[in-house]
């Protein structure tokens, strides 16, 4: 959501809700009343509250619509939405960290068992989107295209998280390539977790 | 999918793809030609392969948009993406099969346990969405307005599901007059499993 953001140069105060502090802030009820649901991101624009990343993104892409965050091609705004989703629907809510807490309490997972998952499933998702993205002609500096688009903003935290938990990437040269050329945009590396005002 | 197809009216032809039969026909090279990640479901129009429910639903929505499946403002677009997302997002991924796979082998989950998996999600992301739906007007013929949307394409499937599943849904009064609604529905009859060719 960051990263769409800066990408559109649109100005916006981050309130950041810290999800291990006081028992974890999202599920305290100031938070509750803007999402439900206790997760993050959510978006106020105005009186309205929008959740979901991809919905946020779409949201932004469709209110701003310079500079745009899919193909105008139809089916090229498929593919890049289908990659958009592997990342969001296969990889990420398997990572997360209500999952985490579940597997450690209810699983009676250990550290170690949440490394191999954690692993597993960047892998699982890892090797499908770099086989989607050799299918496809020149995937080396953004997913699709010569801007970043709504795969390219879910696919640099991944790799960014994989680095964190120490993941191989050696056999996944077009990702490692794409997130090299978007680490250097401005509008990615502003939205960096280190980049944050409440970083420690 | 075959709900949206339905929806809007377009013929198409199935190929059933076993997950569990032959070491599950998802994996072999047949489909993986067609979808490198394994993962069903894929649609193919023409020399075109899309792959992620979400962004096959998207498509269809642009290429034949009749009827919508999407509101035309903006954010209630963002709205209904969001329902739509929760359940592609935080319930779907999380009780599917692979991961039943992964936990049954490597986690030594229990089937007891895997039910309680299943359960928990269902119960995090039901009561998150009846609380979405409870703070907007109206939604108890569909999740948003008078017409199905992708949100209730989402929705349908995983109530089906959690019936099966034996999940108690009495505090999810909206979610389960939706289902009812749309379950008399012919889009959302003849796309449910036990009406489709190879049902056993």
Not at 123 to 143: M, S, T
Not at 148 to 163: E, R
Request: proline letters at 6%; aromatic letters at 10%; charged letters at 20%.
């Amino acid at each position: 959501m960051r990263i769409a953001l800066n990408l559109k140069g649109i100005g916006y105060h981050s309130r950041f809700v810290h999800l291990l502090r006081r028992g974890g802030e999202q599920r305290q009820p100031a938070y509750l009343k803007l999402n439900p649901q206790g997760l993050v991101p959510a978006l106020v624009d105005g009186g309205t509250v929008i959740t979901q990343s991809l919905a946020i993104i779409a949201y932004l892409d469709e209110r701003y619509p310079q500079p745009p965050l899919l193909p105008t091609d139809v089916k090229a705004r498929a593919y890049v939405r289908s990659l958009a989703q592997l990342v969001a629907c296969d990889i990420h809510p398997l990572n997360n960290l209500r999952v985490r807490q579940y597997l450690a309490t209810c699983g009676r997972h250990s550290e170690a068992e949440w490394q191999a998952w954690y692993r597993h499933w960047i892998q699982e998702g890892f090797k499908a989107l770099e086989a989607q993205l050799a299918a496809h002609p020149a995937a080396d500096r953004y997913c699709y295209g010569n801007y970043p688009t709504v795969a390219d903003i879910c696919l640099v935290p991944q790799v960014y998280n994989a680095h964190r938990f120490n993941c191989q990437l050696d056999d996944y040269p077009l990702l490692s390539s794409i997130y090299r050329h978007c680490s250097v945009l401005k509008a990615f590396q502003e939205a960096a977790p280190e980049c944050q005002l409440d970083a420690s």
